[in-house]
């Protein structure tokens, strides 16, 4: 009797005891965070050391099209999302009935036209085909950016979200074909020209600043953003996540990794 009355006096100070005592499993934060896998997830990896010595454990789960990062964030499935801009994330909000709001911007990633054809705008024939990317936002700038050059000229209402329709002058006449983005670098042996988002071209290999026939400048209003859910957007967590990201250190990284081809925008 005596035993089992010490055991239990003995187990019920132990409960006590680790009642107080701090569990540093249960008090860490985590952001399970989307991205694509270049450049984003590789900038992730770049603060997740130092992230986790303010106790947040970051999470990258890496998608490879530029829909299903939206809808898993606004389901709740992830908490954060790394790898669109502020037009891109206000089309979506739009047409998806989505509920996600951008809290910093990262870098900008220049939109290039890519060839396998021609190295100059010069040599682009008559009625030559020119993918670009088939979502409206993307596919507006594509076309905003072949303007920028000459080869185009849009209607003077055209906006973010031009289309082939908008195209009021096309000296060349080319010819435009829509593709999802994450598939034009593979077809680019098959058309004369395509414009690829600058994620996709680095993760295809390419080098922006060398491959490109034409590139955006810095005047890009496409600056790259961390996108959560409404519910969420004044987490001290993501205050957090920001300041690592906007931090010297990977502004350094972008800068040495990418060749100009992504610049930081903060």
């Given at each position: 009797?005596k035993?089992?009355?010490?055991?239990?006096?003995?187990?019920t100070?132990?409960?006590?005891?680790?009642a107080?005592?701090?569990n540093?499993a249960?008090a860490?934060?985590?952001?399970?965070?989307g991205?694509?896998?270049?450049?984003?997830?590789?900038?992730?990896?770049?603060i997740k050391?130092?992230?986790?010595?303010?106790g947040?454990?970051?999470?990258?789960?890496?998608?490879?099209?530029?829909?299903?990062?939206?809808l898993?964030l606004n389901?709740?499935?992830?908490d954060?999302?790394?790898?669109?801009?502020?037009?891109?994330?206000?089309?979506?909000?739009?047409?998806?009935?989505?509920k996600?709001?951008?809290?910093?911007?990262?870098?900008?990633?220049?939109m290039?036209?890519?060839?396998?054809?021609v190295?100059?705008?010069?040599?682009?024939?008559e009625k030559?085909?020119?993918?670009?990317?088939s979502?409206?936002?993307?596919?507006?700038?594509?076309?905003l950016?072949?303007?920028?050059?000459?080869l185009i000229?849009l209607?003077d209402?055209?906006?973010?979200?031009?289309?082939?329709?908008?195209i009021?002058?096309?000296?060349?006449?080319?010819?435009?074909?829509?593709?999802?983005a994450?598939?034009?670098?593979?077809?680019?042996?098959?058309?004369?020209?395509?414009?690829?988002?600058?994620?996709y071209?680095?993760?295809?290999?390419?080098?922006?600043?060398?491959?490109?026939v034409?590139?955006?400048g810095?005047?890009?209003p496409?600056?790259n953003?961390?996108?959560?859910?409404?519910?969420?957007?004044?987490?001290?967590?993501?205050?957090?996540?920001?300041?690592?990201?906007?931090?010297?250190?990977?502004?350094?990284?972008?800068l040495?990794?990418?060749?100009?081809?992504v610049?930081?925008?903060?």
């Amino acid at each position: 009797m005596k035993r089992t009355v010490g055991l239990l006096l003995s187990l019920t100070i132990l409960a006590i005891w680790a009642a107080f005592i701090p569990n540093a499993a249960a008090a860490e934060e985590v952001i399970k965070i989307g991205a694509t896998p270049v450049p984003h997830a590789e900038i992730l990896k770049v603060i997740k050391e130092d992230i986790a010595k303010e106790g947040i454990k970051l999470e990258i789960i890496e998608f490879t099209d530029y829909v299903k990062p939206n809808l898993a964030l606004n389901d709740k499935e992830i908490d954060a999302n790394y790898y669109q801009h502020l037009p891109y994330l206000e089309n979506f909000n739009a047409n998806h009935r989505t509920k996600l709001a951008a809290i910093g911007t990262v870098h900008v990633e220049a939109m290039g036209l890519y060839s396998e054809k021609v190295k100059h705008i010069d040599e682009l024939k008559e009625k030559s085909l020119i993918a670009v990317p088939s979502d409206s936002v993307n596919g507006g700038r594509a076309l905003l950016l072949l303007q920028a050059n000459g080869l185009i000229t849009l209607s003077d209402k055209a906006g973010l979200e031009a289309t082939e329709r908008d195209i009021v002058e096309n000296p060349k006449k080319l010819r435009f074909k829509s593709i999802e983005a994450a598939q034009l670098p593979r077809i680019l042996p098959d058309v004369d020209g395509a414009v690829i988002n600058g994620n996709y071209a680095l993760e295809a290999g390419f080098n922006p600043t060398e491959d490109a026939v034409l590139l955006e400048g810095s005047e890009s209003p496409y600056a790259n953003i961390v996108v959560v859910h409404e519910d969420s957007k004044d987490d001290e967590k993501f205050a957090i996540l920001m300041k690592h990201l906007n931090s010297e250190k990977v502004a350094q990284f972008i800068l040495s990794t990418y060749n100009g081809g992504v610049t930081p925008a903060f």
